[in-house]
Each structure stands twice: as structure tokens, then as C-alpha cells.
């Protein structure tokens, strides 16, 4: 890994340690390529050297007399070769560097040209793209910021063109010391994914679920979108993804949330939850096929019995996850992938056996936030047409009988709080965040603008529920703060 050999190499100055990063990148991303120039087997390759030297003859453009002076007589001899390799005529998947399987299945979907353009586009690196906490600052504010400490003169940091929150860094920088990171008014985020927490369109009050909500990427901007208001119940099935949520939460200011860890999507804690939400997010385990520029290896490590068994939970998470949406509310099915395998398919599958649910348009959801995308029904994201990581997402509605709420058990926070008498409720493993909350003013706000009155006591709850979870049976609680814990299944 090549954290771990920064690690291991810590003499290694900046400018070092970022040829290393660039070149493991850049062999990784045209692997097949350079395989093919160098002669070497892409499933067994004999030498890295002679594939960095490939990448930088033949991608870089570098010439053979800038190298010769740091190359050995034995590497010299490969440099000459690497350079009169024809690559004339190469087969398209080899000038696409993925792999036949792969190849044939973007060429079914898009067509030759565009699936060489997509493929290709995944050669380029990813830009840095930020996402303001609304929480904490205004977009405007985090780029005249960084603007004005542009010692370099470069004065092209951005607003993303699409998400309302977003910033475009010019280059990439270690963003983790930065103090408008450390203090929380940014998240470094996708483009895409942001749009994916704007297409939930989570209103203030409302009760979300971000079922597969790993280190909370997009649960914390659904619940800045929330503006701290309601609750979004964050769940997985890793412990280590959801304690660097808790890492962000403490950033971020937010103390609308709860996460919890399931053993998985048939968790026996989640059936007290059924019809209880009015958003649903599941942003499935897929191939991450759409984020070869920041993951390149994945290309080379997926197969197509992976895929195949991604669908399977795919599928499964998202009929569980349907049973959590309340009538009128909505479940958003979302990838990192571009495959229709585990995209259009598994929202066609979705739909041909949920007669109870319909499809939504996603270009009409975003429009009402003033988000100006059109992609049809679902969301489909691309590098080259949208310079985002490439995402699909699909919003389903969950019709009924009405489309009032469904009537309510009672409060979903008090079910969960009888639940705390289940052994796995009791086991907290880790207070993530404490934070302050402005409990009075959360709760006016949350009570002003929400519809249901029961939903409306959430942001109180949520320090009852933390409460009630450590202390295992306290009555009741005044805590006047807000605490999230990661609750281990
Ligand atoms: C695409 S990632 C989520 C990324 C995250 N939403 C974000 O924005 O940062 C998929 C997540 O699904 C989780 N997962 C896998 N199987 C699951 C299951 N059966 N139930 C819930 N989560 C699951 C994985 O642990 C992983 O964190």
C-alpha cells in the first residue's frame, strides 16, 4: 500500500513522495497498455521498473535521453525497446486499459466511441472538489478565503458548476491541516456525491435513513442540508467506516445523528423502524467502477462474479431498505458504478416487484433546488460529460392507499429506546461525538417547520436516545446535549 511505504519511508521529501504517488497511479491507470509495450504479462508483472519506465516513455513523453543518465545498461536496453514498440492497431479494451469483460460490457452499453471516451476519461486524475458545511460557513465566504491566501497567484479555485456547495481546487493539496478543515466548514467530496445528498432533498424535520452510510460522505451533507434539524439514523455493517463518521461528526457540528452499526440488512433492530422515514438513501456496496481516476486498481481486481454478487445484496439491501420508507416518503438507490448491471437494472428489478413504489424524476428533483441537470429519470453521472466521478441514482415514492403519513406505532425514537433493553442495543461500543447542541433553539426550529408533530421532538430525542442507550435503563432525561454513538449490532 502506498500509504504504508510513505510510512515505512518517511525521509522521503514532498516532491518525492509525489513522483512515487503520481507514477503507482499513472502504471495503474494504463496497466494494460504499458503491459503490452513492455512485453510484460498484466497479470503477472515481472518488473515495475521497467512499467514506470513504460509510463514515463509512453505517457509522459518523456524522451530517453532525459532518463539515460539514472538508468542502468540493463534499463537502457528496455527504454529502447519500451520506445519502438508499435502500438498501432492495439484492440480497442487495450487502448481503453480495462479488461475484455469489462470492455464488452460498456461497449453493449454505450457503443465503441463512448465507451473508449469513458474508459479514457478514467485515465485522467480526478479534480479536488470541496463541499462547504453550511453549518459552519457559506460558500462564498470558504472561496473569497481561499482565494485571498492564494500565495502562488493562482486565482482559478471554483464553484463547482452543478452542486450549490461545492468548490473546484485548481490542483491537488493536502486539504487535512487546512484550518477551514480542521474547524469544519469543509468536507472534501465529490462532485457527484454531493449531488446524490442534494437528489435525498431531506427537508428540515424529516426522518432519513442512510442505510449503507459507510463514513458518512453523504449523510453529513444531507444533514447540513437538514440544517441540523430532524434526524438521519446512519447505518452499516462496519464498525471502522462508521467510527470515522464519528471522526466527521465531530467536525462537522451536526447532532441530528445516530449511527449504528447492523450485522446486516436483515438486523432484527431495524423492523421497529419500518414506515418510519421519509427519506431512505441506500448508497450501495457496488464495483466502484465509475471511480477508476481515484481508484484505478479496482479495474483490475473486479470481476464479473463480483458483480454478480454485488447484485445480489444489492438487491437485498434495497428491498429491506423499502420497507423503512413511509408512505409518500422516498428511497434513493445510489452507485459509484457505471454499469447497468447494478444500476438501471437493479432499479427495473426494484420496480417490477414494489408495485407499491414509483419512479421519480431525478432531473425535476434537482431542479426544484435550483440544480440545473438533466440526465432523464435517474441521475447518471460521467467523468467526461460531467467531470464527476461517474454515479447513478434512482428516486422511488412509496405510493399508498393515502399519501399521508402512515400511521404511527409511536414515536420511532421510543421503539428504539424499548430496544435498548436487547442485549445488542446495549452493547455501546464508542461514543463518537458529544456536542453541544443548541438544544432550545434546534427544537423551535425543528417544531416550527416540521409537518408531523411526532418527528418534530426528534433533536430531543436524540440526546434521550444517547442517554437511555449508556445508562441502559434511565427513565428519563433533561441531557442538554446531543450525543451520537456508534451502537454495535
Ligand atoms: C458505497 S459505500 C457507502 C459510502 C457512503 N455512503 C459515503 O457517502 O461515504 C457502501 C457501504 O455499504 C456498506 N454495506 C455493505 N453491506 C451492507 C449491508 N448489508 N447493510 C448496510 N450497509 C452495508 C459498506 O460497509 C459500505 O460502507
Redesign the pocket.
Known sequence: KLSEFFRNNRDLGTKERAFVAESVYGVLRRLRFLSTVTANDENDPDDARKLILAWLLRVQGMSIRELEPMLNEQQKEWAHLIKAKSTDNLPLAVQADVRDWLWDKLVAQYGEAEALTIARSMHEQATLDLRVNTIKGTRDEVLAKFIAENTSGETNVTKTPYSPLGIRMPNRMNIGRHVLFTEGKIEVQDEG?QLLAHLVAAKRGMMVA?????????TLAIGALMRNTGRIYA????EK?LHNLGQRLKRSGLSNLNAQV?S??TDPKLKRLNGKFDRVLV????SGLGTLRRNPDLKWRQTPEDVAELNV?QTN?LARAAKLTKVGGRLVYAT?SLLSDENEKIAEQFLATHPDFKLLNAAEILAQQQIELDTGDYLKLLPHLHNTDGFFAAVFEKMGATTAPAPSEGNPVEAMLEASSEPELNSVIEEVAVEEVPAKATKKAAVKKEPKPKVAKAPKDDSATSAKVSKAKASTTKASTAKTKVVKA
Open positions: 456525491s442512510d442505510f449503507c452510510a459507510g463514513a458518512g460522505g453523504k447505518f452499516d455493517v462496519s467506516r447492523i446486516s440488512e448508497d450501495a456496496p457496488c445484496k439491501i459509484c
